[in-house]
């Protein structure tokens, strides 16, 4: 496990936050869901009843809701996704000379945050694309939006599931901690609803699609009149296999279905919930006390945003009785789960109201197991 207590005068800047137009609420992801269900297990009822397949069981809004805290869910398309014959999104392929979906994404919410931090292409130095899956293997997304913006300087990819985005902005403050760029974009288009296997039920309501942006830079180069100086950044891995996909090049060459069973999104969502919440919360506990500040005194918590009873039993540990949506905010109801974007859509959207000297935490955790953290200050430029 990483903890370094950083020089000062590193700042996060500005962010961005693209929202895809389109959104799926609970309901109609379940009438979809619902109608393939019943079809496929008409068409599969002699197996059912002799118990060589199991039955696709049903689902409502209500259990969506009360497993997850999510109601909706935004999308880069809905066709094919609410089609029961079809059961994912409809993407159509791009030329090599269009610019990808994923980095059309990201380039998106980079703008946002260029705009924020008040900076232009040519005072960036360094591209960073953090997700948790990525459209492709090369060329990198982050090369393909450097270009795009005609950043001068380099970019890289980068993937450590739902960890993507604080890991990233680690690296980004490492970078500038070295003296290797003057200011960093960090980016994080989380292209997540091909992934999903909408035909199971235990899963396909999860995930949404979305695009964040952040600017690191130096303090002393900060054209705003406030940012978030990072204090210290913490970054931590433990090997699990109960969150996991395994969609990868190598099936062709083991005569598999590259989309079969098993190569999409899963996950033992139990021994997740039970593993996940006390190491997530050891692992705040330890970094926030490190810097000379008690969990209960932090004025919010920006937490990965995957299910709300992670995040409550979580806020709670933190915070005691003091725990609230206020200094915890939530998205996932609107968001669902965007992956490696979540903890950075709620600080986006929920720390434009507090005032210099105010402390955050910007913390998620995933795969891996991965979590990473940042410990930021509010400071007036």
Known sequence: MTDFKLPRGIVISGTGLWTPPEAISNEELVEAYN????????????????????????SSADFIEKASGIKNRYVISREGILDPGRMRPYLPERPDDEISLQAEMGLKAAKLALEKAG??????DAVIVGASYMQRAYPAIAIEIQGALGIEGFAFDMEVAC??????????????AAGSARAVLVINPELAS???????????????DVAVASVVERRENCGVDTA????????????????????????RAADVDPFGAGKLFRQNGRKVFKEVCPMAAAHIEEHVRAVGTEPAEVNRYWLHQANINMNNLIAKKLMGDDASSERAPIVLDRYANTGCAGSVIAFNLYSDDLAAGDRGVICSFGAGYSIGSLVVEKVAI
Do not use: C
């Not at 109608?35 to 049903?58: C, D, Q, S, V």
């Not at 960890?163 to 500038?176: P, Y």
């Open 35 to 58: 109608t393939f269900a019943e079809r496929y297990n008409e068409r599969h009822a002699a197996e059912i009843e002799a118990g060589t397949m199991a039955a696709k069981p049903l």
């Open 119 to 124: 900076k232009k292409p040519e005072d960036i």
């Open 163 to 176: 960890s993507s985005a604080t890991f990233s902005l680690q690296r980004a403050v490492d970078a500038l």
């Open 194 to 208: 091909p992934q999903i296997d909408f035909t199971d039920r235990d899963s396909h309501f999860i995930f949404g």
């Open 228 to 251: 978030w100086e990072v204090l210290s950044t913490r970054a931590q891995t433990v090997f699990s296999n109960n969150i996991r996909s395994n969609f990868g090049y190598t099936a």
